[in-house]
């Protein structure tokens, strides 16, 4: 069982940068991939970022890449989601996930079972 709590939410402006970090109970942590996703108010989910377990792999949607950067510390325990150039559209409840698997390298197969409750951001223009 993974248990993840997000922080780094809040209001930042348009242009301007927030960082997201995610906080893992497992012990096992270094073998899970771990991504991001957003959830903005009357849409759907959406896939943000994901990075393997050694963190030698990452994966962007297309709408964030060159803006978003995942990251992680298998030391800590921690997930980070760094969001430079933020943009209205960014707005949403950001939440991590792990993977139900273990040691995984492709990022397109994860199946992800393990959710954080979330954290807000909000973008000023």
């Known amino acids: 069982q993974v248990q993840l709590v997000e922080s780094g939410g809040g209001l930042g402006q348009a242009g301007g940068s927030l960082r997201l970090s995610c906080a893992a109970s497992?012990?096992?942590?270094?073998?899970?991939?771990m991504g991001w996703f957003r959830q903005a108010p009357g849409k759907e989910r959406e896939f943000v970022a994901a990075i393997t377990w050694t963190g030698a792999n990452t994966r962007y949607a297309d709408s964030v890449r060159g803006r978003f950067t995942i990251s992680r510390d298998n030391a800590e325990r921690m997930v980070f989601l760094q969001i430079n150039s933020l943009k209205p559209e960014d707005a949403a409840v950001y939440s991590c996930a792990a993977d139900g698997g273990v040691w995984r390298s492709d990022l397109r197969d994860v199946t992800w079972v393990y959710w954080g409750q979330g954290t807000q951001v909000t973008v000023s223009s």
């Open positions: 497992a012990s096992g942590f270094s073998r899970y991939a």
